[in-house]
């Protein structure tokens, strides 16, 4: 398919990314109804025109190297030993540590982050296979703000800089609707099918029986809009003056 990443392709390859904010309760439902696998990142100093980092992923070290060119960035990726990788973390300048979910959007997924620590922040990110393809994508109605070109909202500026705030994401019924579309596998068309796939190894951190077998996962609804109505509610609720 045109646009996709192959995995098997060469070390180095360019990837864009759209980033967008998401409210706690999609998040937290999302990893309900899908599972997740804990990363740890820890990024070393900056540089000028590179950037590097080691991320724990389960039972699995990486380290990365980001650089800058006239052709934008390129990211490689080594598997490196847990003991190398756990080493690494101790003497990195800053860390952050999420919980991450790849949810099916049309052809591709999305990428669905607890932030834990430094601070607590949910986040989507859609992942292109190349510059200009990302341009076709319309963003989901349960995503929040995107915040692609707001450099605080990378994990190695949380890292390393820390964030200071984080604008409230108000719920609607729309946004409530799309989710649980999406949640059903019945995303529209605006998941542009040049998304790529998740790189990273989804091994969830605990599986149902229903997730062991061959049989898909059910989602029932009425559960869902349950839960996410008492989220409304309590939502509503804080935001009421005493």
Same mark, same amino acid.
């Given at each position: 398919m045109a646009g996709v990443l192959n995995p098997l392709q060469p070390l180095g390859v360019m990837t864009v990314r759209r980033r967008f904010l998401l409210t706690p309760s999609f998040a937290r439902l999302i990893r309900r109804e899908r599972h997740g696998l804990r990363?740890?990142?820890?990024?070393?100093?900056?540089?000028?025109? @590179?950037?590097?980092?080691? @991320?724990? +992923?389960? /039972? @699995?070290?990486?380290? &990365?190297?980001? %650089?800058?060119?006239? /052709?934008? +960035?390129?990211?490689? +990726? %080594?598997? &490196?030993? !847990?003991?190398?990788?756990? #080493? !690494?973390?101790?003497?990195?300048?800053?860390?952050?540590?999420? %919980?991450?979910? #790849?949810?099916? &959007?049309? +052809?591709?997924? #999305?990428?669905? /982050?607890? &932030?834990?620590?430094?601070r607590v922040l949910h986040l989507v990110t859609v992942e292109f296979a190349a510059d200009g393809e990302e341009r076709a994508f319309r963003p989901l109605e349960w995503f929040g703000p995107e915040v692609t070109a707001d450099p605080r909202y990378t994990n190695q500026s949380i890292a390393l800089r820390g964030l200071d705030e984080v604008p409230e994401i108000p719920l609607s019924d729309a946004a409530l609707n799309s989710l649980i579309d999406t949640l059903e596998g019945r995303s529209t068309a605006q998941a542009h099918k040049s998304i790529t796939r998740p790189k990273a190894k989804q091994v969830p951190v605990s599986r149902t029986k229903a997730q062991t077998s061959s049989e898909p996962v059910k989602v029932d609804l009425d559960e869902i809009e349950a839960a996410m109505m008492r989220e409304m509610e309590k939502t509503l609720q804080k935001g009421k003056p005493e």
């Open positions: 990363h740890v990142e820890g990024f070393f100093p900056e540089q000028r025109d @590179r950037s590097s980092w080691v @991320r724990l +992923e389960e /039972d @699995r070290g990486l380290l &990365i190297l980001k %650089t800058v060119g006239p /052709d934008g +960035e390129a990211e490689d +990726e %080594t598997d &490196i030993p !847990l003991g190398h990788a756990h #080493a !690494l973390l101790d003497v990195c300048a800053g860390e952050v540590d999420y %919980t991450r979910t #790849a949810l099916p &959007i049309g +052809e591709g997924h #999305a990428l669905v /982050d607890e &932030i834990t620590r430094p």
